[in-house]
């Protein structure tokens, strides 16, 4: 499978900073990556669908000005959280799909808003 | 929406075999049936996943329905290490690639 690195693993910030979050594909290029959002004892939530050099698609209801991604480069999608607030405070996590049938996951990363 | 519905919880002794069912009444002939798995404070792990035969793979075995509306992942011996959330998936790959995931079934494996 898939090897997924996420940058940092856990961030703590004040409220009405910007936070940058990297999910890297260590060992192949990924055309496609997914952001996710995980709030304590509740499911992944898919965010965006992110394309290497195009535009993110996003999901109903989440703010693409507000959650901006990059995916420059086939190694390296960025989620950007601006002017974050408490309410942001969740677990973020990447996937990377190599194929066409199996999607795997970076290690998450923990976004404390305070 | 999640397809798929699973128990909440379930609970297994220590090196005993797990079977861990899901439902897919609305499956499309198309659709696979995947397994991820979820250890706490990490992100997802892949398990296994299929279409019509059942599958087996180092960590588990997947046992499909004839009629594809249901499916059980095995575990053949539970270690605490297996302790996890477990997530049935309906996909259907081709287009989106998207993952839905339901709230899943917590595995507690009793020492």
């Known amino acids: 499978g898939a090897v997924v690195s996420q940058h940092p693993s856990w961030v703590i910030c004040k409220s009405g900073t910007s936070v940058k979050i990297e999910c890297r594909s260590l060992d192949f290029q990924a055309t496609t990556m997914f952001w996710y959002r995980q709030f304590p004892k509740q499911s992944l939530m898919l965010m965006a669908t992110s394309n290497e050099g195009s535009k993110a698609t996003y999901e109903q209801g989440v703010e693409k000005d507000k959650f901006l991604i990059n995916h420059a480069s086939l190694t390296l999608s960025t989620l950007t959280v601006t002017s974050a607030h408490p309410e942001d405070s969740s677990f973020y996590i990447c996937?990377?799909?190599?194929?066409?049938?199996?999607?795997?996951f970076g290690p998450g990363t923990r976004l404390l808003v305070l | 929406d999640a397809k798929t519905t699973q128990p909440n919880s379930m609970e297994s002794n220590e090196e005993e075999p797990v079977h861990l069912p899901c439902n897919h009444s609305t499956i499309s002939g198309t659709d696979y049936i995947h397994w991820y798995r979820q250890l706490p404070s990490q992100g997802p792990e892949y398990v296994i996943h299929g279409l019509t035969s059942n599958v087996n793979n180092r960590m588990a075995s997947l046992a499909i329905a004839e009629d594809r509306k249901s499916s059980t992942l095995i575990l053949h011996r539970a270690t605490l290490r297996d302790a996890a959330v477990y997530y049935c998936i309906q996909y259907s790959g081709a287009g989106s690639y998207q993952l839905t995931f339901g709230k899943g079934t917590k595995l507690s494996v009793i020492p």
């Open positions: 996937s990377v799909l190599p194929g066409e049938e199996t999607q795997y």
